[in-house]
């Protein structure tokens, strides 16, 4: 079915919005076939235009992740490049924020991740070549006030990140981390209206809407960087013959 084994080929999650939006549209123009899973698949049409395929995916339902792989290697017979980069920030009081949505948060960033993981490796392993480039964050080496469990994740993927390094070298696959600092996208709108919501009538409540109008003003017209910034450094990741991981 139309397979091409020339062409590198990308899965890139979070292709709706942000970071991954940019990132895909530079690595289709660097000539890979680029498919973008994300759950808002409208948001992803435009990026048709590129030769981009967008595919419904939502990290919380596993279903959906088997039927993204299954469905690249039907079209293409095999997947060189997994990037990890859908991911959100539920902000609030560890005493406030409900343990379902702290799970939820571990569900997309960690657990949706490590099963995409799973179900390409096979693959990989098989052409004995591939990378998998894990977006984690400044926030997964530090941490920020009402940020605990988005923190959580984050160095939960670095220390994830690491480990899967050791394990899948010997089959001639890479893992890459990226840790962007500050970068202009809706990231710090959700992250600001989840603190709000869970600061709402609790003895938190003053502190939250404080940091919750700080993160807005910063995501809105702070001097933040773009996304462009890690579509670059992204796309670096890929096209690098030998990339720095540490
Ligand atoms: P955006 O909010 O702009 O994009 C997040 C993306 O994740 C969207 O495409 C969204 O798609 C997708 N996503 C969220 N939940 C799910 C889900 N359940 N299933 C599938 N996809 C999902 O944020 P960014 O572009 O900034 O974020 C990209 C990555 O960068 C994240 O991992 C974030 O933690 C990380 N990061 C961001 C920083 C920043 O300051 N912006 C700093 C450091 C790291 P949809 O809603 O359509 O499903």
Partial sequence: ????????????????SGIGYKA????????????????RVERMQALTDFGI???????????????AVDRIIEEEG???????????GSYGAIENVDIEEAKRQF???????A?????????MRNQHSGRIINISSMAGRMTTFMGAWYHATKYALEAFSDALRMEIKPFGIDVVIVEPGGIKTDWGLIAADHLEESSQNSPY?????????????????????????????????????????R
């Fill in 1 to 16: 079915k139309g397979v091409s084994f020339t062409m590198k080929v990308i899965l890139i999650t979070g292709a709706s």
């Fill in 24 to 39: 895909a549209i530079q690595l289709a123009k660097e000539g890979y076939k680029v498919y973008g899973g994300a759950r």
């Fill in 53 to 67: 395929t967008p595919l419904e995916l939502d990290l919380t339902k596993p279903q959906s992740l088997k039927f």
């Fill in 78 to 88: 095999h997947i060189d490049i997994l990037v990890n980069n859908a991911g959100y």
């Fill in 107 to 113: 569900d997309v960033n960690i657990f949706g991740l």
């Fill in 115 to 123: 099963r995409l993981v799973q179900l390409v490796l096979p693959h």
């Fill in 205 to 245: 409540e003053e502190m939250g809407h404080a940091t919750a109008k700080k993160l807005r003003r910063e995501y809105t017209t702070g001097p933040l960087s773009k996304p462009d910034l890690i579509a670059n450094t992204i796309t670096k990741a890929v096209m690098s013959k030998r990339p720095r991981t």
